[in-house]
């Protein structure tokens, strides 16, 4: 059978049932820019799906979920490399690391989270290919494409719903106690909604918390939305939600920890971790931000700030992964009053990264910049002319230099930066 084309005039259910009526076997494949994978049938029945970059491999599923432990993964991923690819799943079932009931609910929970994300593309190539099969996988299962259809329509209902009541999946989720707790005397929870609700700390958005908890986005959230409705949490607005609003300063840097433990110092650890879902080249993407506010107190002056009201003192501070796409950075960015530039001053060599990241900042146009200077290592540290030499700014770039664990000279740089904005 012959079956290609685009979802866009031809959906997901239409070519289930197609391939189910005419009980055909082989491999469906779908693409959509670099993601793609493939659902295989047998005469008609999805038996095996896999999707790529996989959200959340076997071996990180069964870590998260408690079924096995770091360790014991990191000895089957080397007996893995020495046997020569044999899979992870065969490997952790033949040392004792897991029963076989609990692999096979592993992997089926895999496959169908891989068959039912494909039912959120709304555009993608599709192409059949009759009489292709799974190679080398011992473990299947049989899945009933009416079943399919119905559970990834509903599937989209509920989303609905959820967003309705939660908002997106960058909230951050709080401990709450309200009156329904008291009325019902106790609190069950079911093993997954402990593994949630461990996670929040009122720092961590809902999106990392699914993260941590090996849970794909649409079970947790379900998880969430369900303690949401008992009472026993409530969601905030992100900090993210900010940016641009008002005054805001972004921090770049080329060590992720490094800019973290600046926006640590500078908030009192008072940080929100978010990752932020930005469509890039038609596929989502995740980007791991930190962000936090500072109040500069009602005696700043920042009335000359576009959209800042007078009187206002606080500022969004805020920091992406330093391996974010350009194009994410590039979005932000254009919602940014100030940057801050993190230079490693150990060395000339440690300069490297902060040449590319001041080439980024300068294509952004004549924005406010204060180059922060820090040490990584103990040894004899750069002078701030060496590093403005060697990144070749001048005097109307500030270099200075910063303690990173020292907060009047974090907030010092943090300042500086924002005496440009109003000028």
């Known amino acids: 059978m012959l079956l290609q084309g685009n979802l866009r005039e031809f959906s997901l259910p239409n070519?289930?049932?197609?391939?189910?009526?005419?009980?055909?076997?082989?491999?469906?494949?779908?693409?959509?820019?670099?993601?793609?994978?493939?659902?295989?049938?047998?005469?008609?029945q999805i038996y095996y799906a896999y999707s790529v970059p996989q959200h959340l491999p076997l071996g990180e599923r069964l870590v998260k979920s408690g079924a096995i432990s770091a360790e014991q993964l990191k000895t089957a991923l080397a007996a893995q490399e020495k046997a020569g690819g044999e899979r992870i799943g065969t490997i952790l079932l033949q040392s004792g690391a897991i029963d076989r009931v609990t692999l096979e609910q592993a992997v089926?929970?895999?496959?169908?989270?891989?068959?039912?994300?494909?039912?959120s593309w709304m555009d993608g190539v599709f192409e059949f290919s009759a009489d292709e099969q799974v190679p080398d996988e011992d473990i299947l299962v049989q899945m009933d494409v009416e079943s399919v259809i119905m559970e990834g329509c509903r599937r989209i209902d509920e989303w609905e719903l959820i967003f309705e009541q939660l908002g997106s999946l960058e909230r951050v989720p709080h401990l709450a106690y309200s009156e329904r707790i008291e009325d019902r005397g106790e609190v069950t929870l079911t093993a997954e909604e402990w593994r949630v609700l461990v996670r929040i700390d009122g720092r961590a958005d809902m999106n990392v918390i699914l993260r941590d908890c090996g849970l794909d986005r649409f079970h947790g959230a379900k998880v969430i939305y369900s303690l949401y409705s008992s009472g026993l949490i409530i969601v905030s607005e992100p900090a993210i939600e900010n940016i641009g609003r008002g005054l805001t300063v972004a921090v770049r840097g080329a060590i992720d920890l490094y800019n973290e433990i600046f926006l640590n110092t500078l908030t009192d650890s008072n940080t929100i971790k978010q990752l932020r879902v930005e469509l890039i080249d038609d596929k989502e993407v995740e980007i791991p931000i930190i962000a936090g506010q500072l109040s500069l107190g009602?005696?700043?002056?920042?009335?000359?700030?576009p959209g800042v009201a007078a009187g206002s003192g606080d500022v969004v501070v805020f920091t992406a992964a330093a391996s974010a796409p350009e194009s994410a950075w590039r979005r932000l960015g254009s919602e940014s009053s100030a940057w801050v530039l993190l230079a490693n001053a150990n060395d000339l060599d440690s300069l490297r990264s902060s040449r590319k990241d001041l080439v980024f900042v300068r294509s952004l146009g004549d924005v406010p910049l204060v180059v922060a200077t820090y040490m990584s290592m103990p040894g004899e540290e750069l002078t701030t002319k060496q590093v403005a030499k060697a990144l070749g700014v001048d005097a109307a770039v500030p270099v200075l230099p910063c303690h990173l664990r020292d907060r009047e000279s974090v907030f010092a740089v943090v300042r500086t930066a924002l005496d440009f904005v109003k000028r």
């Open 15 to 44: 070519i289930f049932q197609l391939v189910k009526m005419s009980a055909q076997s082989g491999a469906l494949t779908i693409r959509r820019g670099d993601d793609w994978g493939k659902i295989f049938f047998r005469r008609g």
């Open 108 to 119: 089926q929970a895999q496959i169908q989270d891989s068959a039912f994300d494909f039912f």
């Open 298 to 305: 009602p005696e700043v002056d920042v009335t000359e700030e």
